[in-house]
């Protein structure tokens, strides 16, 4: 009989596989190289140091973290004056640009608090996540052009395991959360990274293909949903692997599942249902579908959340355009856990999702070298706001459209086709 203590011990050595996962293929830290971890959850700490520790492992010269905590965001919309919300720290985008500068390599650790901002005034919402995406918009064009090694990795945290498992113990649930995450990472592997370079193999298959097509258009159909996606003429397909202008290969995601590229933001038309409830930094809609009109939104409706959504893509321009169009399985182990996550990260690898905002520069060809003015006139998007939202379930089907307006089968039922 497997005892407790045996259960724990294999769960440290989960938590260790996953660490190293991270530094080592996530980022594939170079030695002499600095880490940012940003956005750390406290109730994390022992799990950032694992994470330090593989880093330093790898030859990482120092690794800093910027710690967040869930109480001082309670704390400010508690006690704050109402007219600071739009404010953010700069010393914090000053560390992430100096990374960025230098070379060195920055960890995303996006907030999972589903219900954090539950029974906030939507306005202060919106003023406060608006101010964090403009003051980040100048690390954000480092990001998307691929110009460092970055990723973003979930952490679980008892918050956040209370609304993926609510029963039957805080204790029980943040266990499983942790198992599950392990298992959609490969962490528990008997090799994970031999089982991480198959992964990315597939992926790269995937993305060949699609890149090959040279599609004008995608079709997708599903309940609630009937939109047209146009593509740029020099769109390209990315996922699982990139690399940046030094050469370094690096997975911005884990896990990962999706092969994605970037809409044209002038030829979007239709509607579109999502299907799973879009988490941002403790914001929750519920029961979404926007109507989209010559690429941009001109309904917007929902069961929760309406307003605060409003709020945000009307932050800017591109705010109310397509930045992404993204392409997942429905037997990815995530959407076969039959689970909801509440977190875009591992959300977005269970469905096909679209994203509202901006555009990844090296998802066009040549795209990381061109001006802003020249981005937007060759389809891409450009705006402080990226929002991923899934759309993507067993019942979706989604075509390519040729040149020729002939649609050709990706995707039926949420399985590939292609």
């Not at 203590?5 to 190289?33: M, P, W």
């Not at 994470?51 to 001082?72: H, M, N």
């Not at 690898?349 to 020249?374: K, V």
């Amino acid at each position: 009989m497997t005892t407790v203590s045996e259960n724990l011990r294999n769960l440290d050595e989960l938590r260790r596989a996953y660490a190293r996962l991270i530094v080592r293929l996530g980022l594939n830290l170079q030695a002499g190289h600095r880490l940012i971890i940003f956005d750390a959850p406290v109730e994390a700490v022992d799990f950032v140091a694992l994470i330090a520790q593989e880093a330093y492992g790898a030859g990482a010269r120092l690794v800093d973290p910027l710690w967040t905590s869930d109480s001082l965001i309670q704390a400010r919309f508690s006690c704050s004056p109402r007219d600071s919300f739009g404010e953010y720290p700069g010393w914090r985008i000053d560390a992430l640009l100096q990374a960025a500068e230098t070379g060195d390599a920055v960890l995303l650790i996006p907030s999972t608090n589903p219900d954090l901002m539950k029974d906030q005034d939507p306005t202060l919402v919106a003023q406060l996540l608006a101010g964090e995406s403009r003051s980040m918009r100048p690390f954000s064009a480092w990001v998307r052009a691929n110009r460092l090694t970055w990723s973003v990795a979930s952490i679980p945290t008892p918050a956040w395991a209370a609304k993926v498992f609510p029963t039957p113990s805080p204790a029980a649930g943040l266990e499983r959360l942790w198992r599950e995450l392990m298992t959609f990472c490969g962490a528990d592997k008997e090799d994970p990274v031999v089982s991480w370079g198959e992964r990315m193999e597939l992926i790269g298959r995937r993305k060949g293909r699609l890149t090959a097509k040279r599609y004008v258009s995608l079709h997708l159909r599903g309940p609630g949903t009937d939109l047209t996606v146009g593509l740029p003429p020099r769109h390209l397909w990315h996922g699982g692997e990139v690399s940046t202008p030094q050469g370094i290969v690096f997975s911005p995601n884990i896990p990962t599942e999706e092969v994605f590229t970037l809409p044209d933001r002038l030829q979007v038309d239709g509607v579109v249902t999502a299907t799973r409830p879009l988490h941002h930094d403790g914001l929750c809609i519920e029961g979404l579908t926007l109507t989209f009109t010559a690429g941009r939104v001109s309904a917007v409706t929902a069961q929760r959340g309406a307003e605060a959504l409003g709020r945000l893509i009307a932050a800017d321009e591109g705010a109310a355009r397509l930045g992404e169009v993204a392409i997942v399985a429905s037997s990815s182990a995530i959407a076969q856990s039959g689970l909801t996550f509440f977190n875009p990260l591992i959300d977005e690898n269970a469905a096909c999702h679209l994203a509202l905002g901006y555009a990844y520069r090296f998802c066009l060809q040549d795209g990381p070298s061109l001006t802003d003015d020249e981005f937007l006139s060759a389809g891409g998007n450009e705006s402080s706001l990226h929002l991923d939202f899934m759309v993507g379930s067993g019942e979706l089907k989604v075509a390519g459209v040729t040149r020729t307006g002939k649609e050709e089968e990706i995707l039926r039922d949420g399985e590939w086709t292609l």
